[in-house]
């Protein structure tokens, strides 16, 4: 586990950007300072995030989680920009 710097941006902006449909200045995007496992390969973004960002979700699969002694079943999803 170790703590890492992370820029989430908002993928769809980029492309409109890069098309001068918007500015740079008006890609959404935060920096985080989170603590992480360096196995890991997935991400957990949390409602706030997901709505400073502008991006939707996709449910893709369930996961169970097993803490003392009892059985947590959480949905996954997979993100996407909002409005594909």
């Not at 918007?22 to 985080?32: A, Q, S, Y």
């Not at 949390?46 to 400073?52: F, G, R, S, T």
Request: hydrophobic share 45%; proline share 2%.
């Amino acid at each position: 586990m170790v703590y890492a710097d992370i820029e989430l941006i908002n993928g769809r902006e980029i492309i409109l950007a890069s098309s001068y449909i918007i500015g740079e200045d008006e890609i959404k995007r935060i920096n985080l300072n989170i603590w992480v496992d360096t196995g890991s390969y997935m991400l957990a973004i949390n409602e706030n995030i997901q709505e400073h960002l502008h991006i939707t979700l996709l449910p893709i699969q369930s996961m169970h989680l097993l803490s003392s002694g009892h059985c947590s079943v959480f949905a996954l999803y997979s993100v996407r920009p909002a409005g594909q």
